[in-house]
């Protein structure tokens, strides 16, 4: 069998989407705890690109990273319920919006970025 040679960086660079933005569907949302011991949203978005694939990127919501949870509060609707001081996942479920896709760099070489 012929072969392209590719460096692990190369392999993992082709999973990723180019930064932008995005429709995405909430397809799982639940609770959960930090590793810290703090509260969280665990979400499992599926997002669109413009070709029709489809991936799911799983995102946690913290109080500590106040600008998403905000941010995601006002693009599915939930400013009422953000304004009082309580989310609820089960209000996120089937939700759709538009996301902005950022790629984080990996900082030590462990994980792909």
């Not at 180019?18 to 665990?42: C, K, L, W």
């Amino acid at each position: 069998m012929r072969v392209t040679p590719r460096t692990d960086k190369e392999i993992a660079e082709m999973n990723l989407w180019h930064p932008g933005t995005y429709d995405f569907a909430v397809v799982s949302a639940s609770e959960g705890t930090s590793r810290s011991g703090n509260q969280m949203i665990i979400l499992e978005v599926r997002c669109f690109n413009s070709e029709g694939t489809t991936k799911s990127i799983t995102d946690y919501l913290l109080d500590a990273i106040p600008y998403k949870v905000k941010h995601l509060a006002d693009e599915l609707k939930l400013v009422e319920q953000y304004n009082s001081g309580q989310l609820v996942p089960y209000d996120m479920l089937g939700k759709c919006g538009k996301l902005q896709l950022t790629i984080q760099k990996d900082k030590n070489g462990q994980y792909a970025d």
